[in-house]
Structures are given as structure tokens and as C-alpha cells.
């Protein structure tokens, strides 16, 4: 064993059996135990050092975090007013969609008109045509009846002429 060590362990035995202790041991104490104690201060400053690095880094994790809760809010804000748009495209479309189908039984309403009035044309061109035809038939009737029937009793204007 070193020597050292040896007087280091003698010394403690010493110690705890109440035996009075050496100066030059009590001073090699002393600095053992200044040496050990700015060892430890040493290692409480980089565990200070430490301790400001990480304080710093939640920080700027804390920073990250609120821009990314800002974010995520903004996000759903305009998904929400992407769903509100989208919802209310539907409902235009279903209006629209609505109006279509009236525009086409407009049209079928328009083309049924233009059936009918196209049938009217044609019926009252035939009333015409049958009114024509019924007059010169009548007419024709009465000058026949006026013919084969002309007498003066028939016709009371035919006296008018005879005086």
C-alpha cells in the first residue's frame, strides 16, 4: 500500500476510537477537504451552467410550442371557415340544382306553349278555312233554295221588284 494511504487509514482508526489527532494530519484534512469541497463547487458551477443551457432550451421549446398552438388555432380556424364555405356551397349547389329543375319543367312548360299555340294556329286556321267553306256552302244552299224555289210568296222582296 502507498504510505499515505496507510497514514490516512491509521489516523482514521485514530479518530474513531477518540485518540487525539496529529496537526499534520488535521492540515492534510483541511486540504483534503478544501480540495474536495472546490471540486464540488467546481461541479456545482457546471451544473449551474447546465441547469441556465436547459432553463434556456424549455424556454425556446415554451416559445416553439405557443407559435405552434397559434398555428394549429389559425389552422383550424380556416378549416372551420373552410367547412363553413364548403357547407355553404352545398346548400348553393342544392339551390341551384333546385332552380335547374325548374328551368327544365320551364322548358317543357315553354315547348308544351309552343305545341298548343302552333295547334291553335292550325285549328283556327282550319275554322277559317271550314267558316269559309260553310258560308259559301250556305251561300250556295240559299241561292240554290232561291232557284228551284222563286216565288213571290217565298220571298217577299222579289214583290218589291215585280211593282
Known amino acids: 500500500m502507498d504510505p499515505e494511504t496507510d497514514e490516512y487509514i491509521r489516523e482514521s482508526i485514530e479518530n474513531s476510537l477518540g485518540l487525539p489527532i496529529s ?5 492534510l484534512k483541511v486540504l483534503a477537504s478544501e480540495d474536495a469541497r472546490r471540486r464540488l463547487q467546481d461541479q456545482i458551477f457546471i451544473l449551474e451552467e447546465r441547469l441556465k443551457e436547459a432553463e434556456k432550451r424549455v424556454e ?22 373552410v367547412a363553413s364555405g364548403y357547407a355553404d356551397l352545398v346548400n348553393h349547389y342544392a339551390k341551384l340544382e333546385e332552380c335547374s329543375l325548374y328551368e327544365q319543367d320551364l322548358g317543357r312548360a315553354t315547348e308544351s306553349c309552343d305545341e298548343l299555340a ?14 269559309y267553306v260553310s258560308i259559301r256552302f250556305c251561300l250556295f244552299f240559299f241561292l240554290l233554295y232561291f232557284y228551284f224555289f222563286n216565288s213571290s210568296s217565298c220571298f217577299p222582296w222579289s214583290q218589291v ?3
Open 23 to 27: 496537526d499534520k494530519n488535521l492540515r
Open 60 to 81: 425556446q421549446y415554451k416559445a416553439k410550442a405557443t407559435m405552434n398552438a397559434q398555428g394549429l388555432r389559425r389552422c383550424i380556424e380556416e378549416k372551420e371557415m
Open 118 to 131: 302552333k295547334e291553335n294556329d292550325e285549328l283556327q286556321s282550319r275554322l277559317q278555312d271550314n267558316s
Open 161 to 163: 221588284d215585280k211593282v
